[in-house]
């Protein structure tokens, strides 16, 4: 082999360095594919944009190749990246168009998107030329050292051999090379030879001959070689042939070795099919094609006796012609069929196999042959048999012992329950459908709890599942049963199935229930007074019990002799010090009282009052007691009980509570709406007079309903404990007209004067929001339960105990006595009529705001004659006030006239309507607004607002989730934000501050109170 030019070191000529590191320029910030690619051995270096692959170029390494983003392209990229002739590969989406744009801009290859790291790697090994790993191996027979020196340096492993036949045929076997490269000028050369005798040998090895002789083709031809390279040839060029010749025979013997593999594996499968199964091949019609050595051996007969026949050879007749039917149908019309049969050996005898029969269909979409797979179960079939055996025996034990069994998964809540279980619940056999439903319904309503409580003891803790209880038969009767039972748990110990028996054990209760009342009326006189008396000697230690004693301490009476260290023994190891202390004292006093605990023998633990006497010597020594003992367990669970029931109406109570505080936020958010635009109304100048007028009905009225919402909200914050007054000087007169005015529209409409005598200028000591709101309840249920056409008085009297009155009368139906005091509670409307407006919780807050005010709330009503109301308050002296108006709005314009930015995230249409009608009205401000969070982010950080409202309950994303991914970008997280909710309790807004909101606004909005707000942040004085 000889250089086109002249004899140049294999560094000089031009040839790629196959130890080089190929350098990726990525545009792609993934941790895990620049991670993937240095373990393949590529160097990266990833560029955050366009400009900064144009940097990378002018002051870095060329790349080998570019892999970025379709969209970062441009023309000034794609030129440079032209004009250092590097191979680009662009990530696109999963979509044709984008496909073909890669294409047309240049792009070597694409990847779509999402990106895989193992389709990235071999396609930059494809695009780089990287030898593989182990490099292709190149055989060189009679070839100079240039040539070996030039495939070696381009990552090629070599072997030179001599111009000796034996030598090369040696070489081929130990070096195993892909490519053999053979030199036919050598002197003396024996090149063609040797290829004819490789190829005799190999007929797949590529074999390549160079020589400067074109007359070598014709040699090369009738030699099988792959090609003939005339000289002189380039060693780049030479590189590249020889190793696409070695890629070429790489691939064809990874192919083959692949698909030897597979035959082995299929062979291998073939003989593990026949050694297990039962293999047999039909025609068209049905006759015998095929059969396995297991076929002949399990039907006794040989293969010559099978072949050509009809499988009906084996019928058993154990199965009906419908059976072999909707066989045959099945597969003749190309579906597979699976089942269990049963067929007849040679001698005679019978065996079960489960078939697989799968139809082979020809280019017509008919069966043309149908392959048959069986595995022999006679075995457990046999097994099967044996088993209902079994069931059979165990069935007539349980008819005969009046025993049912139930099985039961827990896991699927499956129930499996024996023939047995129905007449045990009073049904004829098989005539109750197994279901748990079923089981606790036959239960005695009683019994229920005990038996769903031992059961779930048993799951929960693996208490012994034993329990008698009572069912009661579709007649009425009533039967007793005792069920056992025990839960088989896994390897973790987790239950998934529960096995138990049931027994009528009804003949055994009726006698233990005789006994019991026999004994309950030979020891009745005894057990009505539950006393014993007794007698301890503390000298000697002795101690004397009456019967009922024993009894008490869980003995037979007189079954022992008691003593003091018994009775010591038996006193609970808590009390112990406590009966002490009380025989210490009675040394002082005489008296011995206490009361403490005991265990029995049997371990239950009662409660027991002693009462004694004590005597004692001259020195004050104890010397004996004389005295009783009472069993008041009862007792003592009585007030444990009370205290649980306490307990648990407190949580329902509670539960109660969080309700109606839920339900008011619900309200809330539509009122927010309604009290929102009326407000705005309540500013546009061009509303008329009567206009303006109607503008404060609607406010008036909707505060009113807001107040009537709030009450929901009240009640959650009394019964908690959580209410917040401000008692101070109030004026009753205004108040009191101005609850008139609210509700005069009210009486009108139902015909009712209203009218008010008072005094002026007399004030009490009060809430005066909860003052108002106490007597717009009052007069508001004096106009819905009065007659129509009647009237409402209002009187304010000084009293002489320093406290005034403040009367509402009106001339309804009245209220009976005996049913006043159900008038203050909660949700009671003493069966008001449907068509009245009302909660029944407003009185129940009206008397508690009021007492917690210091107040009383009084009602005075006689049946057909009106009621009466009255609320008590302490008089105060009423000081100097000033009459608050309407706070303005102001217009806080930005310094330097610049444009601000406001940002509303909110998922409800009607306030964000509302609240773009407010801040349309200052010019400085333009307003962003979307109803999901998610677009809220990519806002705020492509348009950088100066104030963010947020809603705080949103779907999906809440407020303060997306609080928290505002606050972690580090470009978003100085600008305010404020809450914007109908969450109106007090631990609402403490979390809000909690969670890093810059303020915290409530639904219905005050608008006065949003602009003051949003002024504040916006002009920088927060």
Same mark, same amino acid.
């Given at each position: 082999?000889?250089?086109?030019?002249?004899?140049?070191?294999?560094?000089?000529?031009?040839?790629?360095?196959?130890?080089?590191?190929?350098?990726?320029?990525?545009?792609?910030?993934?941790?895990?594919?620049?991670?993937?690619?240095?373990?393949?051995?590529?160097?990266?270096?990833?560029?955050?944009?366009?400009?900064?692959?144009?940097?990378?170029?002018?002051?870095?390494?060329?790349?080998?190749?570019?892999?970025?983003?379709?969209?970062?392209?441009?023309?000034?990229?794609?030129?440079?990246?032209?004009?250092?002739?590097?191979?680009?590969?662009?990530?696109?989406?999963?979509?044709?168009?984008?496909?073909?744009?890669?294409?047309?801009?240049?792009?070597?290859?694409?990847?779509?998107?999402?990106?895989?790291?193992?389709?990235?790697?071999?396609?930059?090994?494809?695009?780089?030329?990287?030898?593989?790993?182990?490099?292709?191996?190149?055989?060189?027979?009679?070839?100079?050292?240039?040539?070996?020196?030039?495939?070696?340096?381009?990552?090629?492993?070599?072997?030179?051999?001599?111009?000796?036949?034996?030598?090369?045929?040696?070489?081929?076997?130990?070096?195993?090379?892909?490519?053999?490269?053979?030199?036919?000028?050598?002197?003396?050369?024996?090149?063609?030879?040797?290829?004819?005798?490789?190829?005799? /040998?190999?007929?797949?090895?590529?074999? &390549?001959?160079?020589?400067?002789?074109?007359?070598?083709?014709?040699?090369?031809?009738?030699?099988?070689?792959?090609?003939?390279?005339?000289?002189?040839?380039?060693?780049?060029?030479?590189?590249?042939?020889?190793?696409?010749?070695?890629?070429?025979?790489?691939?064809?013997?990874?192919?083959?070795?692949?698909?030897?593999?597979?035959?082995?594996?299929?062979?291998? %499968?073939?003989?593990?099919?026949?050694?297990?199964?039962?293999?047999?091949?039909?025609?068209?019609?049905?006759?015998?094609?095929?059969?396995?050595?297991?076929?002949?051996?399990?039907?006794?007969?040989?293969?010559?006796?099978?072949?050509?026949?009809?499988?009906?050879?084996?019928?058993?007749?154990?199965?009906?012609?419908?059976?072999?039917?909707?066989?045959?149908?099945?597969?003749?019309?190309?579906?597979?069929?699976?089942? %269990?049969?049963?067929?007849?050996?040679?001698?005679?005898?019978?065996?079960?196999?489960?078939?697989?029969?799968?139809?082979?269909?020809?280019?017509?979409?008919?069966?043309?042959?149908?392959?048959?797979?069986?595995?022999?179960?006679?075995?457990?079939?046999?097994?099967?048999?044996?088993?209902?055996?079994?069931?059979?025996?165990?069935?007539?034990?349980?008819?005969?012992?009046?025993?049912?069994?139930?099985?039961?998964?827990?896991?699927?809540?499956?129930?499996?329950?024996?023939?047995?279980?129905?007449?045990?619940?009073?049904?004829?056999?098989?005539?109750?459908?197994?279901?748990?439903?079923?089981?606790?319904?036959?239960?005695?309503?009683?019994?229920?709890?005990?038996?769903?409580?031992?059961?779930?003891?048993?799951?929960? /803790?693996?208490?012994?599942?034993?329990?008698?209880?009572?069912?009661?038969?579709?007649?009425?009767?009533?039967?007793?049963?005792?069920?056992?039972?025990?839960?088989?748990?896994?390897?973790?110990?987790?239950?998934?199935?529960?096995?138990?028996?049931?027994?009528?054990?009804?003949?055994?209760?009726?006698?233990?229930?005789?006994?019991?009342? /026999?004994?309950?009326?030979?020891?009745?006189?005894?057990?009505?007074?539950?006393?014993?008396?007794?007698?301890?000697?503390?000298?000697?230690?002795?101690?004397?019990?009456?019967?009922?004693?024993?009894?008490?301490?869980?003995?037979?009476?007189?079954?022992?002799?008691?003593?003091?260290?018994?009775?010591?023994?038996?006193?609970?190891?808590?009390?112990?010090?406590?009966?002490?202390?009380?025989?210490?004292?009675?040394?002082?006093?005489?008296?011995?009282?206490?009361?403490?605990?005991?265990?029995?023998?049997?371990?239950?633990? /009662?409660?027991?009052?002693?009462?004694?006497?004590?005597?004692?010597?001259?020195?004050?020594?104890?010397?004996?007691?004389?005295?009783?003992?009472?069993?008041?367990?009862?007792?003592?669970?009585?007030?444990?009980?009370?205290?649980?029931?306490?307990?648990?109406?407190?949580?329902?109570?509670?539960?109660?509570?969080?309700?109606?505080?839920?339900?008011?936020?619900?309200?809330?958010?539509?009122?927010?709406?309604?009290?929102?635009?009326?407000?705005?109304?309540?500013?546009?100048?061009?509303?008329?007079?009567?206009?303006?007028?109607?503008?404060?009905?609607?406010?008036?009225?909707?505060?009113?309903?807001?107040?009537?919402?709030?009450?929901?909200?009240?009640?959650?914050?009394?019964?908690?404990?959580?209410?917040?007054?401000?008692?101070?000087?109030?004026?009753?007169?205004?108040?009191?007209?101005?609850?008139?005015?609210?509700?005069?529209?009210?009486?009108?409409?139902?015909?009712?004067?209203?009218?008010?005598?008072?005094?002026?200028?007399?004030?009490?000591?009060?809430?005066?929001?909860? &003052?108002?709101?106490?007597?717009?309840?009052?007069?508001?249920?004096?106009?819905?339960?009065?007659?129509?056409?009647?009237?409402?008085?209002?009187?304010?009297?000084?009293?002489?105990?320093?406290?005034?009155?403040?009367?509402?009368?009106?001339?309804?139906?009245?209220?009976?006595?005996?049913?006043?005091?159900?008038?203050?509670?909660?949700?009671?409307?003493?069966?008001?009529?449907?068509?009245?407006?009302?909660?029944?919780?407003?009185?129940?807050?009206?008397?508690?705001?009021?007492?917690?005010?210091?107040?009383?709330?009084?009602?005075?009503?006689?049946?057909?004659?009106?009621?009466?109301?009255?609320?008590?308050?302490?008089?105060?002296?009423?000081?100097?006030?000033?009459?608050?108006?309407?706070?303005?709005?102001?217009?806080?314009?930005?310094?330097?006239?610049?444009?601000?930015?406001?940002?509303?995230?909110?998922?409800?249409?009607?306030? &964000?309507?509302?609240?773009?009608?407010?801040?349309?009205?200052?010019?400085?401000?333009?307003?962003?607004?979307?109803?999901?969070?998610? &677009?809220?982010?990519?806002?705020?950080?492509?348009?950088?607002?100066?104030?963010?409202?947020?809603?705080?309950?949103?779907?999906?994303?809440?407020?303060?989730?997306?609080?928290?991914?505002?606050?972690?970008?580090?470009?978003?997280?100085?600008?305010?934000?404020?809450?914007?909710?109908?969450?109106?309790?007090?631990?609402?807004?403490?979390?809000?501050?909690?969670?890093?909101?810059?303020?915290?606004?409530?639904?219905?909005?005050?608008?006065?109170?949003?602009?003051?707000?949003?002024?504040?942040?916006?002009?920088?004085?927060?």
């Amino acid at each position: 082999m000889t250089l086109r030019s002249s004899d140049a070191p294999t560094q000089d000529l031009g040839i790629p360095d196959a130890h080089r590191s190929p350098l990726v320029y990525l545009l792609e910030e993934d941790i895990a594919l620049v991670t993937d690619l240095a373990a393949h051995g590529y160097r990266t270096q990833t560029i955050p944009s366009a400009d900064g692959l144009l940097a990378a170029y002018a002051a870095g390494e060329r790349p080998d190749v570019v892999v970025m983003a379709l969209h970062l392209s441009n023309e000034r990229v794609l030129a440079e990246i032209r004009s250092h002739d590097t191979c680009l590969v662009f990530i696109v989406q999963d979509d044709m168009a984008e496909q073909v744009m890669a294409l047309r801009k240049g792009a070597c290859n694409y990847l779509t998107r999402p990106l895989d790291a193992h389709k990235l790697t071999p396609l930059l090994d494809n695009l780089t030329h990287r030898p593989p790993v182990p490099p292709y191996r190149v055989l060189l027979i009679a070839c100079d050292d240039l040539a070996a020196k030039a495939l070696q340096s381009a990552g090629i492993t070599v072997h030179v051999s001599l111009d000796d036949p034996v030598a090369a045929l040696g070489a081929v076997e130990h070096f195993a090379p892909d490519v053999v490269l053979i030199d036919l000028d050598e002197p003396e050369a024996k090149g063609p030879a040797i290829a004819a005798i490789l190829r005799e /040998r190999d007929a797949q090895i590529p074999i &390549l001959l160079s020589s400067d002789d074109s007359a070598y083709q014709q040699t090369a031809r009738r030699l099988d070689c792959d090609a003939l390279l005339l000289k002189p040839l380039p060693f780049d060029q030479l590189t590249v042939i020889v190793a696409a010749r070695a890629k070429s025979s790489r691939q064809k013997k990874t192919a083959l070795t692949r698909l030897t593999n597979t035959l082995y594996e299929r062979e291998r %499968e073939h003989m593990a099919l026949n050694q297990h199964a039962i293999v047999s091949i039909a025609d068209r019609r049905g006759n015998i094609t095929y059969v396995n050595d297991k076929f002949s051996e399990i039907s006794g007969y040989t293969r010559d006796e099978l072949l050509g026949h009809n499988h009906r050879l084996l019928k058993s007749f154990k199965h009906p012609p419908e059976f072999y039917r909707d066989l045959w149908s099945t597969i003749a019309g190309g579906k597979l069929w699976q089942g %269990e049969i049963c067929n007849r050996r040679r001698d005679g005898s019978l065996y079960w196999v489960e078939s697989t029969i799968t139809p082979f269909m020809d280019s017509s979409g008919k069966p043309y042959q149908y392959v048959s797979i069986r595995t022999d179960i006679t075995h457990v079939k046999a097994a099967e048999i044996a088993l209902e055996h079994h069931k059979e025996r165990l069935r007539r034990g349980q008819h005969f012992a009046n025993i049912g069994t139930w099985d039961w998964n827990i896991l699927t809540g499956e129930l499996y329950w024996t023939e047995r279980i129905a007449p045990l619940f009073g049904y004829p056999a098989g005539d109750l459908e197994t279901s748990y439903e079923n089981f606790l319904a036959a239960i005695h309503p009683d019994d229920r709890e005990s038996v769903v409580n031992a059961v779930n003891a048993c799951i929960e /803790r693996n208490v012994p599942y034993e329990v008698e209880h009572r069912v009661v038969w579709p007649d009425g009767t009533v039967r007793w049963l005792l069920e056992k039972g025990a839960v088989v748990r896994d390897e973790a110990g987790k239950p998934i199935q529960m096995l138990g028996v049931v027994q009528d054990i009804d003949e055994r209760k009726q006698i233990e229930a005789a006994l019991i009342e /026999r004994d309950r009326q030979l020891q009745k006189a005894q057990k009505l007074a539950h006393i014993g008396n007794w007698s301890a000697d503390l000298v000697t230690g002795e101690l004397a019990w009456s019967d009922e004693i024993y009894r008490i301490f869980g003995h037979k009476p007189g079954s022992f002799q008691p003593t003091v260290g018994v009775f010591q023994n038996a006193v609970h190891p808590d009390d112990r010090e406590k009966v002490r202390e009380s025989e210490a004292l009675a040394a002082k006093t005489g008296l011995h009282d206490v009361v403490h605990r005991i265990v029995r023998p049997d371990g239950t633990v /009662r409660h027991v009052h002693e009462l004694a006497r004590a005597k004692t010597d001259a020195s004050g020594k104890l010397l004996n007691l004389i005295g009783t003992v009472q069993d008041v367990t009862t007792q003592m669970e009585d007030e444990d009980a009370l205290i649980a029931a306490r307990d648990e109406a407190d949580r329902a109570n509670q539960a109660k509570s969080e309700f109606l505080s839920s339900m008011s936020h619900e309200l809330r958010t539509p009122m927010n709406a309604i009290l929102g635009f009326a407000q705005l109304l309540q500013y546009d100048e061009k509303l008329s007079e009567e206009n303006m007028d109607s503008v404060h009905e609607i406010l008036k009225a909707g505060e009113h309903l807001l107040t009537l919402i709030n009450e929901v909200l009240d009640l959650a914050k009394i019964e908690s404990g959580h209410i917040d007054l401000s008692l101070e000087p109030v004026e009753v007169c205004p108040v009191v007209e101005e609850c008139l005015s609210l509700v005069r529209t009210l009486a009108d409409k139902r015909g009712i004067k209203l009218s008010h005598a008072g005094l002026a200028g007399i004030a009490v000591r009060a809430d005066r929001m909860r &003052l108002k709101q106490a007597l717009l309840n009052l007069l508001s249920n004096a106009i819905k339960y009065n007659n129509e056409d009647g009237s409402v008085r209002i009187e304010v009297h000084p009293r002489t105990d320093d406290r005034l009155h403040i009367r509402v009368t009106d001339t309804g139906p009245g209220i009976s006595e005996a049913r006043q005091a159900e008038l203050f509670e909660p949700f009671n409307r003493l069966d008001a009529a449907s068509s009245i407006e009302g909660t029944g919780i407003g009185l129940t807050i009206t008397r508690r705001i009021v007492e917690m005010m210091g107040g009383t709330v009084e009602v005075e009503s006689k049946h057909g004659e009106g009621s009466t109301f009255w609320i008590a308050l302490p008089i105060a002296t009423m000081a100097d006030q000033k009459k608050q108006g309407q706070p303005a709005i102001q217009n806080i314009a930005p310094a330097h006239g610049l444009l601000h930015t406001v940002l509303y995230i909110e998922d409800n249409p009607s306030n &964000l309507k509302l609240v773009a009608q407010l801040l349309g009205q200052r010019k400085h401000i333009h307003m962003l607004t979307t109803h999901l969070p998610e &677009l809220g982010i990519e806002l705020a950080k492509s348009r950088k607002p100066d104030l963010i409202l947020l809603d705080i309950n949103m779907p999906g994303m809440n407020g303060y989730e997306l609080l928290k991914a505002l606050k972690a970008d580090g470009n978003l997280k100085d600008i305010p934000v404020i809450a914007l909710t109908a969450n109106a309790m007090p631990r609402d807004a403490a979390r809000v501050i909690a969670a890093g909101f810059s303020a915290y606004l409530t639904k219905p909005i005050n608008v006065a109170e949003f602009f003051g707000t949003v002024d504040r942040y916006l002009s920088g004085d927060a």
